[in-house]
T-cell receptor, first 114, second 116 residues
Framework: DAKTTQPPSMDCAEGRAANLPCNHSTISGNEYVYWYRQIHSQGPQYIIHGLKNNETNEMASLIITEDRKSSTLILPHATLRDTAVYYCIVRREGYGGSQGNLIFGKGTKLSVKP | GAVVSQHPSRVICKSGTSVKIECRSLDFQATTMFWYRQFPKQSLMLMATSNEGSKATYEQGVEKDKFLINHASLTLSTLTVTSAHPEDSSFYIC????????????FGPGTRLTVL
């Protein structure tokens, strides 16, 4: 079972920031938070990941709470092309085999509207 | 990011035939690749882990004799669906982590299999 909880759907106006929450209250100290997104009929696209510090790249920002029990993915200026299912996944690094695998939950379907 | 390709992108076959799907890492070597499948309106489910130079590791409930995996080189893994049936119709997606299994996985574009 997935170790994260996400709202099933969210709407966002084009040009506004999209803030996607994720709860991972049982996260372990050596588990990272990963975010992927899947546009309809395509393979998942890596967005960002982090351990405990906030992270930013050209796609998004990841804000992780101090207790690491939740995080928020921020798309600063959402466009119509950001409409997708967003998956929040916790994963251990440094382990091989099934312990390092990605377990996908149902994700959040983000709809960016004009 | 790293680039992973799949071929074909879409295939339609008759029941009882076998179908081969290729997964290639284009700009990096991958000793490990992962195969997932996704049924309509569902999430991705890991099927197996493909290991270069050794046997694949299958997840519980996935038949190894039906879904043959061959990791022929450091840039190519193939999944063969043998004696395909309509219930095997799905979206098959591979992923690979550059630099080792503990690193970030990058996904291919997926292969849509339809079995008539």
């Amino acid at each position: 079972d997935a170790k994260t909880t996400q709202p099933p759907s969210m709407d966002c106006a084009e040009g506004r920031a999209a803030n996607l929450p994720c709860n991972h209250s049982t996260i372990s100290g050596n588990e990272y938070v990963y975010w992927y997104r899947q546009i309809h009929s395509q393979g998942p696209q890596y967005i960002i990941h982090g351990l405990k510090n906030n992270e930013t790249n050209e796609m998004a920002s990841l804000i992780i709470t101090e207790d690491r029990k939740s995080s928020t993915l921020i798309l600063p200026h959402a466009t119509l092309r950001d409409t997708a299912v967003y998956y929040c996944i916790v994963r251990r690094e440094g382990y091989g085999g099934s312990q390092g695998n990605l377990i996908f939950g149902k994700g959040t379907k983000l709809s960016v509207k004009p | 990011g790293a680039v992973v390709s799949q071929h074909p992108s879409r295939v339609i076959c008759k029941s009882g035939t076998s179908v081969k799907i290729e997964c290639r890492s284009l700009d990096f070597q991958a000793t490990t690749m992962f195969w997932y499948r996704q049924f309509p309106k569902q999430s991705l489910m890991l099927m197996a882990t493909s290991n270069e130079g050794s046997k694949a590791t299958y997840e519980q409930g996935v038949e190894k004799d039906k879904f043959l995996i061959n990791h022929a080189s450091l840039t190519l893994s193939t999944l063969t669906v043998t004696s395909a049936h309509p219930e095997d119709s799905s979206f098959y997606i591979c992923s690979a982590p550059p630099g080792g299994v503990m690193n970030t996985q990058y996904f291919g574009p997926g292969t849509r299999l339809t079995v008539l």
